[in-house]
């Protein structure tokens, strides 16, 4: 693959390749919601395996694919123990409010919610990452639970307190902490972003695209997805590898614009093509800088097969991974 050269001087190459087909992945998407609808939702997990499966096996890096080694029965368990939790919520909500004990319902619930938030977003990097491999080498995230969720209460106490100001802070710090503790084999992801520069980033972003009638908020989304993947690196041994975004406001312009005109002349049909073309453009637009030599990468991650946060993330709607 011929190689560039970035800003530093340094070369870089195209980081990943996103090889899906609109079609076939249509013909999975039909499948997996007759089969789900059929079976009153009890297929959701085996659904959305198939799904992850065909998308990873799909996405290349260096001349190779990745693999993602979940399995519905694995995920359809995780699914039955958070279904018992958010309805255990519900239920407990609803006999405290016909006890007319509606303020300890209302607590009880948003506390029961937030609480769950930080569980789900852990448990689900915990085991989304173990059953995702690269030429056999698995990913894995080694954040600890306890620690995640003090950080994630601190930071949201912050943030509620200053009427969402700190909102920026608490972003970085919680994708910094995440981003810290992926592993790639024996590699190291690596996040470092300051949340003043997130901040003035999304309050220019904010004021020019009010300004603009929402025309600048395709330059700000492209901000946003260069600031997340420029301050990202994989750390192996003395080598750094960083990682860089060519994306341009004009091209997010050209690919949303796009997406919106073909889900709506379509009545939604066309959301495989959506998603697909999505993949390909942001997976596209990610370079490596430096000389990487990925075949240097060692085993050192281990399973993990407890999906319930991952399937409580999907209850909760957190776009997590």
Known sequence: MEQQYGPTGTASRPALTYNGDGGTYFGILILNALLTAVTFGFYYPWAKAKKLQYIYSSTELDGSRFAWHGTGKEMFKGFLKAVGVIAALYISF?????????????????????????????????????RTTWRGIRFGYRGQRN???????????????????????????????????????????????????????????????????????????????????DHTYLQHEDKRFSLRSTATGGEFAGLLIVNALLTIFTFGIGYAWVQTRTLSFLMSHVEIEGNVDLS??????EEYRNAMGEDMADLLDLSII
């Open 94 to 130: 609803f006999l405290l409010m016909k006890a007319r004990m509606i303020v300890p319902a209302f607590i009880i619930y948003f506390v029961g919610i937030i609480a769950a938030i930080p569980f789900a977003i852990h448990g689900s990097n915990r085991y989304h990452w173990s």
């Open 147 to 229: 620690e995640f969720i003090l950080l994630f209460i601190k930071e949201m106490f912050l943030t509620l307190i200053s009427f969402g100001i700190y909102g920026s802070w608490a972003t970085v710090n919680l994708r910094t902490y995440i981003f810290n503790n992926i592993r790639f084999g024996s590699g190291e992801f690596r996040y470092e972003a300051d949340g003043g520069d997130y901040f003035m980033m999304n309050l220019k972003g904010y004021f020019l695209s009010a300004l603009t009638l929402g025309i600048y908020s395709f330059w700000w989304q492209a901000d946003m997805y260069r600031f997340m993947v």
């Open 296 to 301: 240097q990468l060692s085993q050192t991650e």
